[in-house]
């Protein structure tokens, strides 16, 4: 009586499936990991977190933000987009894109720093010009036109958007 070997297209097959799942495992660990190490909430007064959003404007005291939330006669909101020349050197130094947000109504501020290149493949992906920016549970559409990571480059360290939404809730965001 013969003894069934396994044919060898199975094990080859098995092999793949095996390096493939090991693959996933390590990119989703490898997403969590970077997203814990460069996402921080935590509760927060509102008197703590205006004397750190102060320290952070009194930085770029005297610069025009990239990306400017203006209030109309109507109450709106509109965006302007301060687009540097086209002629100003790039700093290809920056090394982050800081974020910093807060909610008074969860009372909890939210820092991120997300690496530079990975802010220049997420605005590389762009697949229109319009945008939708949330603050505190209400949309703000806006039609970011052509503005692109070298412009982001172009405006060099310095502050991107400055908004708040009069309720308390503000969103600083700056590139270093």
């Known amino acids: 009586m013969a003894s069934k070997k396994t044919p060898t297209w199975v094990w080859v097959v098995l092999g793949v499936v095996g390096f493939l799942v090991v693959v996933c495992v390590v990119l989703v660990g490898g997403a969590v990991y970077m997203f814990r190490q460069h996402v921080q909430t935590e509760p927060a007064s ?11 404007r009194t930085r770029f005291a005297g610069r ?9 006669e109507k109450e ?7 687009k540097p020349p086209e002629t100003a050197e790039r700093r290809t130094d920056l090394q982050s894109i800081q974020v910093l947000a807060y909610d008074p109504r969860e009372g909890r501020v939210v820092r991120a720093e997300v690496p530079v290149w990975l802010a ?5 992906n762009r697949d229109s010009g319009q945008r939708r920016v949330t603050i505190n549970g209400n949309n703000i559409e ?7 990571f070298e412009d982001v480059e172009r405006n060099g360290p310095g502050l991107i958007v400055d908004v708040g939404d009069g309720r308390g809730s503000q969103v600083l965001v700056w590139a270093e």
């Open 46 to 56: 509102a008197q703590t977190v205006e004397e750190e959003f102060q320290r952070a």
């Open 64 to 72: 025009q933000p990239l990306v400017e939330v203006r209030k109309t």
């Open 76 to 82: 709106d909101r509109q965006i302007v987009v301060h």
């Open 120 to 124: 220049r493949m997420m605005m590389s």
């Open 142 to 148: 806006f039609d970011s036109g052509d503005l692109t």
